[in-house]
């Protein structure tokens, strides 16, 4: 499957941001969903996951209560909808696809990966 990230951008702390990421190949629907991100000279980290069918989404705490993950498997596309930002949600923003059964938080257990989209979050 290939993975297209797109929406990152400039915005103000406080403001709000929506990523997407269109997904080609095989089929979306069989793939756990996650989004990722990379701040510079830090290591990637987890930031959400969302089941196959959407019915279940998993968030780390740092984004909890402020971002929203979502997909439509029609679309081939999953969402990211990010509120409340903070300087420190400064990053490169990427979405991933994972084959396993169970929701992953780690990012060597994703099988492919988008390129990934800076979001850039001013105090």
């Known amino acids: 499957v290939q993975l297209q990230a797109s929406g990152g951008g400039l915005v103000q702390a406080g403001g709000s941001l929506g990523l997407s990421c269109a997904a080609s190949?095989?089929?979306?629907?069989?793939?756990?969903m996650g989004w990722f991100r990379q701040a510079p000279g830090k290591e990637r980290e987890f930031v959400s996951a969302?089941?196959?069918?959407?019915?279940?989404?998993y968030y780390a705490n740092s984004v909890k209560g402020r971002f929203t993950i979502s997909r439509d498997n029609a679309l081939n596309t999953v969402y990211l909808q990010m509120s409340s930002l903070k300087p420190e949600d400064t990053a490169v923003y990427y979405c991933?696809?994972?084959?396993?059964?169970?929701?992953?938080?780690?990012?060597?257990?994703?099988?492919?990966w988008g390129q990934g989209t800076q979001v850039t979050v001013s105090s």
């Open positions: 969302i089941s196959r069918n959407g019915g279940s989404t």
């Open positions: 190949g095989r089929t979306f629907s069989s793939y756990i």
């Open positions: 991933a696809a994972d084959l396993s059964v169970v929701m992953n938080t780690k990012g060597y257990e994703y099988d492919y």
